[in-house]
C-alpha cells in the first residue's frame, strides 16, 4: 500500500537504493485512487529523499471532467481493489509537488511533454496532469 510509506520506504525500498544519493520516484498514475487527500503521503516520500532526487507525477484532472464519465469512472474502480476514483483539480495536484522546484514546460497535460505527437495519436480524453520536479 503507496500511503503506508513507513513501510515502503523505509522498510522495502532503503533496502535495494541508496537514499543518500539522488533517486527518481514516479507516481504514475497512483493518487486519484486514494481518497484521503495525498499530500501528506507525498511529503512522506519527498522528505526521505536526497537533494536533486526526481518526483515524476501524473494525477488524472477534475477540472474539465465531464460527470458522467467521472461517474462512469468511479463506478468501474468502485470494483477493485481502488474503491473509487477521486480526480482531484489543478490546484489540488499542484500542492503535491509543493516545495519542490517543477520543471518546465510545468503541471501540463503529459500530451505536452511531446512536441511531435506520434503518427496515429489521438488525444486523451481523460483530463491527466503531470510535471517533473526536483527535491533542492
Known sequence: DGRDV??????????LVRLDKPVCVIFNNVWHYVPEDPAGFVRGYVDRLAPGSAMILEHACSDGLPQDLRDDLD???AHTLAGGFWPRSTAEIGELLDGLEVLPPGLVSPEVWRAEAPAGHRPSQLPVLAAVAIKR
Open 6 to 15: 513507513e513501510v515502503v520506504v523505509d522498510q522495502a525500498a532503503s533496502k
Open 75 to 77: 463506478e468501474v474502480f
